[in-house]
């Protein structure tokens, strides 16, 4: 069974800086690309960023773009996604996604986390 | 404002059926696969339809999907109150180069 948790969030200042982390378990991490979508409280899906099996290929939502990393960590089986910059804007439940992915697209996400809530606020 | 347009809900009775459409345009549904999900009230959401019509192994075939030109639709038949919840259509949009989501539809079974 796919399980996704996801750990890391809270409450920081605007201008401050969060790591979200991922850990997978129940098929080959490493085979699968995985994503970040994130949902402001009573709002809708928003999808953040997506990074290649290997971790050689990365995108981002132009929202993000220069202020947040994604990265994966295959023998540790665990994703992240690192914060950088935070606006109010920003605010959410981040979750992460086992995802299918060609090359240049996102074709679903498969798999959800519970999610983890962060909130920027001073 | 979402790049894809749902309803933001729809309503039916106990064991009627109900659709929920998802409009685009060429860059996003007219050259890319429809996916659907649900999310119930407090909870993650949860991949029912992929690649326009397909349903993932547990999904009951009271849900489908289907897509027309720049147009998708959720179909699902034998309401139950347990379908109430929120559903969004997501596809990649090859001009924004990034995945996109429609807005939402809350599903109100009466």
């Known amino acids: 069974e796919v399980q996704l948790v996801e750990s890391g969030g809270g409450l920081v200042q605007p201008g401050g800086s969060l790591r979200l982390s991922c850990a997978a378990s129940?098929?080959?991490?490493?085979?699968?690309?995985m994503s970040w979508v994130r949902q402001a409280p009573g709002k809708g899906l928003d999808w953040v960023s997506a990074?290649?099996?290997?971790?050689?290929?990365?995108y981002y939502a132009d929202s993000v773009k220069g202020r947040f990393t994604i990265s994966r960590d295959n023998s540790k089986n665990t994703l992240y996604l690192q914060m950088n910059s935070l606006r109010a804007e920003d605010t959410a439940v981040y979750y992460c996604?086992?995802?299918?992915?060609?090359?240049?697209?996102?074709?679903?996400?498969?798999?959800w986390g519970q999610g983890t809530l962060v909130t920027v606020s001073s | 404002q979402s790049v894809l347009t749902q309803p933001p809900s729809v309503s039916a009775a106990p064991g009627q059926k109900v659709t929920i459409s998802c409009s685009g345009s060429?860059?996003?549904?007219?050259?890319?696969?429809v996916s659907w999900y649900q999310q119930l009230p407090g909870t993650a959401p949860k991949l029912l339809i992929y690649?326009?019509?397909r349903r993932p192994s547990g999904i009951p075939d009271r849900f489908s999907g289907s897509k027309s030109g720049t147009s998708a639709t959720l179909g699902i038949t034998g309401l139950q109150t347990g379908d109430e919840a929120d559903y969004y259509c997501?596809?990649?949009?090859?001009?924004?180069?990034?995945?996109?989501f429609g807005g939402g539809t809350k599903l109100t079974v009466l």
């Open positions: 996604a086992k995802i299918t992915m060609t090359v240049v697209k996102v074709l679903d996400f498969q798999n």
């Open positions: 129940g098929f080959t991490f490493s085979n699968y690309a």
């Open positions: 060429s860059s996003n549904i007219g050259n890319n696969y």
């Open positions: 690649e326009n019509n």
């Open positions: 997501g596809t990649w949009d090859s001009s924004l180069s990034a995945a996109v």
């Open positions: 990074i290649s099996g290997g971790g050689g290929n990365t």
